[in-house]
């Protein structure tokens, strides 16, 4: 007996070394990596883990160029995946533009998820050999998403949330668009929806934010005195371009000083606190392309943007539309052609056609019936007059945070209320389709 016993002791012991070597090794076998490796299509490369998450990814993931004929070749796409854990929910972090390395967005550490930071298509290093831009449109770039998100949830599957800022957020918001029902939640930041291939209106909305100010008849005045004193101001901004190292061959100095001129009011409502930043009591020349400097953050127009973000220009110019400068207020100072006085700038030899039709569509769907989606925009900026609000009855909520700029409207800009708010909406959405 006590022999059947001793057996019975041993065999029990052996049984659980075995199980516990058996998890050991199905936990080896269904690693991240191994689960990555096994996805078609996938170049995977460990990078520096952040902070809050166990391991870190640069993933090269093959797409269509044209997801509605293979035919036509692939690329690779570049994304980061930030992993916690298969148990937790994915966060689709879109980038309308170039990633230039591993960006966690602060809702991702809200809802303690894993993410996947996807560089946008023609952008950076997410580029064919061969650049059809007939094949750079919204339909691709959302399909980009889906077929991610398709490879992916074989591995994530406890919720999907996409989340973009401006342009960005555009790209997600027309995820959702063409794609409803793949992802549980979307939050859409300074997103807008525009119709018109140039639209100079942001201007009047500017004057109002101006108005309120108390500051619109001096901003006016200061742009004036910039394109009188151009002569004197133009030297300053050779110096510094030249030290900086950019070149300008692409519109020449003075058209590129007078964009830098027209440009001021869209960017201190847009990333600064409005007119009343400006200091309007300079006079020097010196002192005066200062304040420009200021104005613009440092941006100008020079031949390393147009390399940089050219694939916008196409997007702006066939789907996306774009602001455009009140020329008319300052014909009598301005030298350039007015047709080359512009944000955006078609690239060389590339023609393009404009539809607003989709544009159009989104909207109308995301009014009347774009589900399971937060719109965040800043009152002050100026993409906020053409931001999406949707219509009663439809299952997403639009936030105006006041006084905020375009790059306000993160997490930490939000009151405690609202916070909270957008985060129970969101872990609900996501419920819902558990």
């Known amino acids: 007996m006590e022999t059947d016993n001793s057996l019975k002791m041993i065999t029990n012991f052996i049984t659980t070394i075995l199980l516990v070597f058996l998890s050991y090794a199905l936990v080896a076998q269904t690693s991240v990596i191994d689960r990555i490796h096994i996805l078609d299509n996938v170049q995977a490369t460990k990078i520096k883990t952040l902070d809050g998450f166990s391991e870190c990814y640069k993933i090269m993931f093959r797409q269509p160029v044209n997801h509605n004929d293979t035919s036509e070749g692939f690329f690779y796409q570049k994304i980061y995946l930030s992993h916690k854990s298969v148990e937790k929910p994915m966060v689709l972090n879109v980038n309308g533009y170039v990633s230039t390395s591993n960006r966690i967005n602060d809702w991702t550490r809200t809802l303690d998820a894993n993410q996947i930071y996807v560089e946008h298509r023609y952008f950076g290093e997410s580029k064919p050999e061969k650049i059809d831009y007939e094949q750079l449109n919204m339909f691709n770039a959302a399909s980009d998403l889906h077929a991610i998100k398709m490879a992916f949830s074989k591995i994530y599957n406890n919720g999907w949330v996409s989340v973009g800022i401006s342009k960005g957020g555009l790209t997600a918001l027309s995820y959702k668009y063409f794609f409803p029902n793949e992802i549980d939640a979307t939050i859409a930041l300074s997103t807008s929806v525009k119709t018109k291939l140039c639209d100079s209106s942001f201007f009047s909305f500017i004057d ?50 007078e964009i830098a001129v027209l440009e001021i009011p869209f960017a201190i409502w847009q990333n600064r606190s409005g007119c009343k930043s400006v200091d309007y009591s300079k006079t020097n020349s010196k002192d005066l392309f200062e304040e420009i400097r200021k104005s613009l953050n440092g941006w100008f127009m020079t031949d390393d943007v147009f390399n940089r973000i050219d694939s916008y220009h196409i997007q702006a110019l066939t789907q996306l539309g774009h602001y455009c400068y009140p020329v008319t207020r300052f014909s009598d100072l301005l030298v350039s052609d007015f047709e080359i006085l512009n944000p955006v700038h078609p690239i060389e030899e590339i023609k393009t056609t404009y539809s607003n039709q989709l544009m159009i569509n989104m909207r109308e769907w ?32 639009s936030y105006l945070l006041q006084d905020k700029n375009h790059n306000e409207v993160y997490n930490y800009y939000l009151d405690d209320s609202t916070y909270n708010e957008i985060k129970s909406l969101i872990i609900n959405w996501i419920k819902q389709n558990e």
């Open 208 to 257: 109002s934010l101006n108005t309120v100010q108390d500051c619109k008849d001096e901003l006016k005045e200061f742009q004036r005195r910039l394109l009188q004193e151009k002569e004197n101001v133009i030297p300053h901004l050779k110096d510094y371009l030249t030290r900086k190292g950019k070149s300008f061959t692409h519109l020449g100095l003075e058209t590129l000083y």
């Open 366 to 397: 995301a009014e009347d019936k774009g589900d399971r989606i937060i719109y965040i925009s800043g009152g002050n900026d100026p993409y906020s007059k053409y931001r999406v609000i949707p219509k009663e009855g439809v299952d997403a909520k």
